[in-house]
Structures are given as C-alpha cells and as structure tokens.
Nanobody, 116 residues
C-alpha cells in the first residue's frame, strides 16, 4: 500500500517562499514518476511540476523560474521549493505518484495561501 503525505503548506505574504515536502511509503520510489498538482475551488486540478524517475523536471508556464521540484530517492521524498509566491498560487497542493504499470496515488493535500 502506497501512502503519500504532504507537508509544508501555510500562509505566506506575496513575494515569500515555502517548501512543500511529500513523503512516500513503499520500496518502489526510485522507479516512479512524481508530480505536484494544485486545485482551487471550482477548478480542475492542474499540474504544477513533475519529475521523472530519471530526474528530469517539467513545470507549468505559470511557475517556471519560481518553483523548483526535486527528489531524494534515498529518503523517498519529493520537494517543491516555491519562491516569489503570488496570490494566484493559492490552492491545495497535492503530491502524485505514477508507476510504470500505470497506477497512480495521491496525497491528502496541503493548503497554500498567499496574501497580497
């Protein structure tokens, strides 16, 4: 059973920074792709950043040059460093795991609120 637990969300002023963390259980972490998604009320969940098992990253245009995703396979962790936060970054942020067999798992989400 895979479990993902996000942490690090909170309230921050515009221009500030936060680092989200996602802890994954299980022994397959090195072989999976990971992603950070976010969702606001009434909107679909959207991809913020992704990182492959090989370490390649991709970002939504809206967060490029401000957010950095990384992973630590030894600790079964992924991170999302968010700099220069804007009010429009306010959302619930979710961690997602995608296996090579096509299974996906989600965390429970962590709230990020950016005040103007």
């Amino acid at each position: 059973q895979v479990q993902l637990v996000e942490s690090g969300g909170g309230l921050v002023q515009a221009g500030g920074s936060l680092r989200l963390s996602c802890a994954a259980s299980g022994s397959i972490f090195s072989f999976v792709d990971m992603g950070w998604y976010r969702q606001t009320p009434g909107k679909q969940r959207e991809l913020v950043a992704g990182i492959t098992r090989g370490g390649s990253t991709n970002y939504a245009d809206s967060v490029k040059d401000r957010f950095t995703m990384s992973r630590d396979n030894a600790k079964n962790m992924v991170y999302l460093r968010m700099n220069d936060l804007k009010p429009e970054d306010t959302a619930v942020y979710y961690c997602r795991m995608a296996t090579i067999l096509g299974h996906e798992y989600w965390g429970q989400g962590t709230q990020v609120t950016v005040s103007s």
